[in-house]
């Protein structure tokens, strides 16, 4: 029976379209195997994330499991794209100490056992002290980032050796860029060492320590917007003493947690002409690591010239 018009019509389309497709899947291929092979890194947060970028350049592909700022890394759920990320990553950047477990749930649950694991609490070395919690937040201890850049430097390096030293010199000059912050802390100290300064978690613990501020926040305040659990009433009144009582002179909040508690320190301290220097667990949209610490110490230390 011959073919209607239409009907050959509609062949020879098909048949183009299937020669095309061909056409360009062998071109992909071709252009697969001459494109150099990127390593995969998968990192908890953006922290971590843009450190691993600012070493490896245009040779690594980073996920960064965490990255907006307005959501609170503790309460952070994974999802399965997270999961096919870990599983396929050559090198994993996580923070540890409980504070992105996550990551290890998904490496096992992946059967990723190869990835070269990066913890930066273990890298630090950091411990709880005698009858306290750990201070988890080691990303704002700048000798313990130069560590982990260096971790991660070592890390490309073993998955793609024939770049070792341009992984070795990008890590050289991030680390070259930690110390006018360690410079600005010990300028702070300088000035203001020994002053109090309250805190609503403790996340910029490492930073403010460095800088020889002394925090005069009741512990189980802290911890509890920390967990998320409520302030007992006693506590809460012997927080919001502090700025009353002008025993401190700046409060530092993170601005990723907020509850009535939070609220009500924000409100104690700028109704008694105390400075409040937001910071945050995450890189704010547009900022880099160095970028972003540079500019928490400006603030840290505007507000405790004022």
Known sequence: MPL????????????????????GSSSDSAGDK???????????????????????????????????PDQDPHSYEADPQNQLALSKA????ENGGGYDDFVDRMLKSGHNDSAEVINAVEV??????EGGELNEHVWYDFPTVAEVAGRISTALAEADPADAAAFEK?????????????AKEAQIKKAHGGEGIAITEPVPLYMTEASGLVNRTPAQFSEAIEEGDDVSP????????????????????????????TEKAEAAAKAAGIPVVPVTETLPKGKDYLGWMT????????????
Do not use: H, M, W
Not at 170 to 182: I, Q, R, S, T, V
């Open 4 to 23: 209607s018009t239409s009907r050959r019509l509609a062949l020879l389309t098909s048949a183009s379209l299937a020669l095309l497709a061909g056409c």
């Open 34 to 68: 001459s494109a150099p092979t990127r390593v995969t890194v998968v990192a908890s947060t953006n922290v971590y994330g843009d450190i691993a970028r600012r070493i490896g350049g245009d040779r690594v592909d980073v996920t960064s499991v965490i990255s907006d």
């Open 90 to 93: 050559k090198v994993v950047v």
């Open 124 to 129: 630090s070395g950091k411990a709880a002290p």
């Open 170 to 182: 990008n890590a050289a000059a991030f680390k070259a860029g930690l110390a006018p912050l360690e």
């Open 234 to 261: 006693r506590i809460l009144q012997e927080s919001l003493a502090l700025f009353s009582g002008a025993k401190v002179k700046a409060l530092v909040c993170n601005e990723q947690t907020s509850g009535p508690q």
């Open 295 to 306: 500019a928490n110490l400006a603030a840290l230390a505007g507000a405790l010239a004022k």
